[in-house]
């Protein structure tokens, strides 16, 4: 260490306005109560050098552990300037902002426009202060008072951080503790990957203290009213170099060391210098579905005794991605092992995203169904019946020959939306459709609606329309997917366990409910934080719900099963509304799928389920098995097929 005498007299004229500290500059609140004026005489250890600025440490840190002891100064001349490094003791003065690059984010304080009136000394030594030993362990449930002790609240959006600017309780609420130490230097010991890094390579992770909700790939998964405020994020390294953007759920890293930052809507940490993988888990992939179909395998009819239903959101699906087609393809066959009957979501129109009229979907289908036929042949599945069914009702039909090597051959059925009334990617059309295996099922008394045709419920129950649109003219489904009713019957032969009959008609419904656009960061301004799209999906919900209501109300035995992508969690009010109007049962509850297992996505620092499977309360009881397959969750982004991951389930529907 070393002394540095010869600023002595600058220091001393530098005094003619009152010295503040560092903690003083933070206060115990999330905006400085120094706001917008310009301070003197701040006195702080540097402990890194970013490309915009540097980071301050208190020299004699405080005890208030509310109010943290490090402050960003930035400018881009001081962050160039080689005279000052780590460790150096320095004096300076300047303006203090609270910086935010949207209005949706939360402030950061720092001072702007530094300028350095003072080194005091030289090579200090600067310790990290490490999370969860130095500091407190972070929150693991609540992000912030203004929450109101729900983070997914309907209404959201009722009060901003930066209006109400509450007194930090950082050993309460996740929020309060990031913002506790936004501009400290802090290690992270054994950290974990929670998600996959985005494009640039930023990585949620979790260090060695307490975290709820973690399933067996060591991710977090979200549940009621905790959506993991524990987790922060790994930013950009300070020294120029990129994290790596392949690390997967579940890797384990190196030991962090970097500054607590805000921007881009969450706290992170700046890490000195890249993030390293030291392991990863295996197997890297999970194992193909347990659940295979007795059914299909019976021979000489279908079998009730063991029908399995699939569900798959295959991202913006269309034919002329060939890598896309057989990826897809290649987890129907190998991982989903050719369900019975498949709903699958996001399917688009013949050529994608170009916006020309076209919404029919046969060719987009039609190659989805031979790439499966190819890869089950290769793989030795069998299939009984070599029809297919177009969207149009059409019978066009591939050849076959009745053989363990001739494939599974799936038939298809969906109505083709108005042109760009559906949302998603513009020009794809997208919609929901159902991939069945012909040798099992068929629809029940077949007749297919069109996009304007109202399906209804008739004694019975039977369906006016099957396949038909739900309540397609309802506002529900502005820039939306309709949901899709069909009902079905096992194919004659061994409809029950004696032999006779085709065992119980099966009511589904394929949902793609309205998506999260528009919603706000978990760490942002509006608390509760804003739920995009909330108010179209519980109208949604409750369109969805009346319809299925009225098939109970004609037969409160009666098969019925939901599935697809509701673009919402099991504990929202538009999924809880729609399981109480509709009188369904949370397959995942039924089959006692573990509450940290159930995950078909990841999404920030969550692993989080937005695709469900709904079943009734007869069905429940029917259920053999429900898995899901973590085939996209578990992989690097590069390697996923989608940004879902499908599930599978399986039923005695004697």
């Given at each position: ?54 980071w301050l440490r208190s020299v004699k840190p405080g005890r208030d552990k509310r109010v943290s002891d490090g402050l960003y100064l930035y400018g881009s001349a001081l962050a160039s300037n080689a005279s000052i490094s780590v460790g150096d003791v320095i004096v300076v003065g300047g303006k203090v902002s609270e910086y935010r690059s949207s209005k949706d984010y939360l402030y ?365 003219a309802n506002a529900a489904w502005e820039d939306s997917r309709r949901p899709l009713a069909a009902v079905w019957e096992l194919v004659s032969g061994n409809g029950t366990r004696n032999g006779n009959g085709t065992g119980k008609p099966l009511f589904t419904i394929n949902v793609h409910w309205t998506s999260k656009g528009g919603s706000s960061s978990l760490h942002g301004d ?129």
């Amino acid at each position: 260490m070393k002394t540095i005498g010869s600023f002595a007299a600058i220091l001393v004229a530098a005094t003619s306005a009152a010295a503040q500290s560092i903690a003083q500059i933070n206060g115990d609140r999330f905006l400085s109560p120094f706001n917008g004026q310009t301070v003197a005489n701040v006195t702080g250890v540097v402990t890194a050098k970013g490309p915009d600025g540097i980071w301050l440490r208190s020299v004699k840190p405080g005890r208030d552990k509310r109010v943290s002891d490090g402050l960003y100064l930035y400018g881009s001349a001081l962050a160039s300037n080689a005279s000052i490094s780590v460790g150096d003791v320095i004096v300076v003065g300047g303006k203090v902002s609270e910086y935010r690059s949207s209005k949706d984010y939360l402030y950061m304080t720092e001072l702007g426009s530094p300028r350095v009136t003072a080194v005091l000394e030289r090579g200090r030594a600067v310790k990290p202060r490490v999370i969860g030993r130095d500091t407190p362990s972070p929150p693991t449930r609540q992000y912030t008072a203004l929450d109101n002790g729900d983070v997914f609240g309907v209404p959201n959006n009722q009060s901003l951080v930066s209006a109400a600017n509450p007194r930090l309780e950082p050993e309460k609420y996740g929020l309060d503790f990031w913002e506790s130490l936004v501009g400290e230097l802090v290690t992270i010991e054994s950290p974990r990957a929670i998600a996959k890094p985005n494009q640039y390579g930023d990585t949620w992770v979790v260090g060695d203290w307490a975290a709820t909700g973690a399933n067996a790939r060591t991710g977090l998964t979200m549940s009621d009213r905790d959506a993991n405020p524990e987790a922060i994020i790994i930013g950009t390294p300070l020294d120029g170099s990129d994290n790596p953007t392949d690390t997967r759920l579940g890797d384990r890293l190196s030991t962090i060391t970097g500054v607590v930052y805000q921007a881009f809507g969450f706290y992170r940490v700046l890490p000195l210098t890249r993030v390293t993988v030291t392991s990863s888990l295996s197997p890297a992939v999970p194992p193909p579905t347990a659940l295979t179909s007795s059914a299909a395998a019976s021979g000489g009819g279908a079998s009730c005794g063991g029908v399995t239903v699939g569900s798959y959101n295959v991202e913006n699906f269309y034919a002329g991605d060939a890598a896309h087609v057989q990826a897809v393809a290649r987890h129907i066959v190998q991982y989903m092992r050719t369900p019975d009957l498949v709903a699958v979501q996001e399917i688009q129109d013949n050529d994608g995203e170009t916006d020309d009229g076209v919404v029919d979907a046969d060719a987009t289908l039609d190659a989805l169904v031979g790439a499966i036929l190819s890869l089950s042949s290769a793989n030795g599945t069998s299939n009984s019946t070599g029809s297919r069914s177009s969207g149009g009702g059409g019978g066009a039909r591939y050849p076959y020959t009745n053989s363990s090597t001739a494939g599974v051959l799936y038939n298809y059925t969906y109505i083709s939306p108005p042109n760009d009334v559906s949302g998603g990617a513009p020009g794809g059309n997208i919609r929901v459709a159902y991939l069945y295996r012909a040798d099992v099922l068929r629809l029940r008394n077949a007749n297919k609606g069109s996009a304007e045709l109202a399906n209804e419920v008739l004694p019975g129950p039977e369906l006016k329309y099957n396949p038909g649109y739900v309540d397609p003219a309802n506002a529900a489904w502005e820039d939306s997917r309709r949901p899709l009713a069909a009902v079905w019957e096992l194919v004659s032969g061994n409809g029950t366990r004696n032999g006779n009959g085709t065992g119980k008609p099966l009511f589904t419904i394929n949902v793609h409910w309205t998506s999260k656009g528009g919603s706000s960061s978990l760490h942002g301004d509006a608390r509760p934080p804003v739920n995009g799209g909330v108010e179209g999906r519980l109208a949604q919900a409750e369109v969805t719900a009346s319809f299925i209501a009225d098939i109970l109300a004609e037969d409160p035995s009666a098969y019925v099963l939901t599935a697809g992508d509701y673009n919402e969690f099991a504990f929202a009010r538009p999924v809880e509304d729609f399981a109480s109007r509709s009188g369904l049962v949370d397959l995942d509850a039924a089959a006692g799928i573990p509450s940290a297992e159930r995950y078909t996505y990841l999404f920030d620092m969550n692993s989080q389920e937005l695709d469900h499977v709904f079943v009734s309360p007869g069905l429940a009881a029917a259920t053999l098995g429900f898995e899901h397959l973590h085939v996209n969750t578990w992989v690097s982004y590069d390697d996923a097929t989608s940004d879902h991951d499908p599930s599978v389930g399986k039923f005695d529907l004697c």
